[in-house]
């Protein structure tokens, strides 16, 4: 499941950047070959291929595995019944391209959401 969102999280950087795969995987250190099997879903990446690929696109390593454009039926299916949800009911994370005004909308409105969800976890004594 997670190279699925890994790999989708990296062709959708690919096209916003305006990068090839040839320049991802020069960039990276990586082959063209196998960055294409990579994204075709033919091969397994290990923790140094992702986090190459990671610093390539100058992304952590951790937004690649987790932002994803796949809906929860998708995301459920690639797990085999029910992804496990890291939010509670009702909240959502998103990507999105955003001007600096609406960004700031945005930034606001995820400071006063984590403060929330904070608020709601039980407190270890």
Known sequence: MYNQIL???VLRLLEELG?????????????VS?????????ANPSLKIMEAIAEAL???????LELTDLDRATLDALAGGHAPRSLPEGFL???AIL????????????????????????NKA
């Open 7 to 9: 790999f989708t999280n």
């Open 19 to 31: 990068m090839t795969k040839n320049e991802l995987a020069q960039k990276s250190g990586i082959s």
């Open 34 to 42: 196998f960055l294409s099997d990579l994204t075709n879903g033919k």
């Open 58 to 64: 100058e992304t952590p390593l951790p937004t690649l």
């Open 93 to 95: 994370r998103v990507s």
């Open 99 to 122: 001007t600096e005004f609406q960004a700031y909308n945005v930034r606001q409105w995820d400071q006063e959401n984590c403060k929330h969800l904070q608020d709601k976890k039980p």
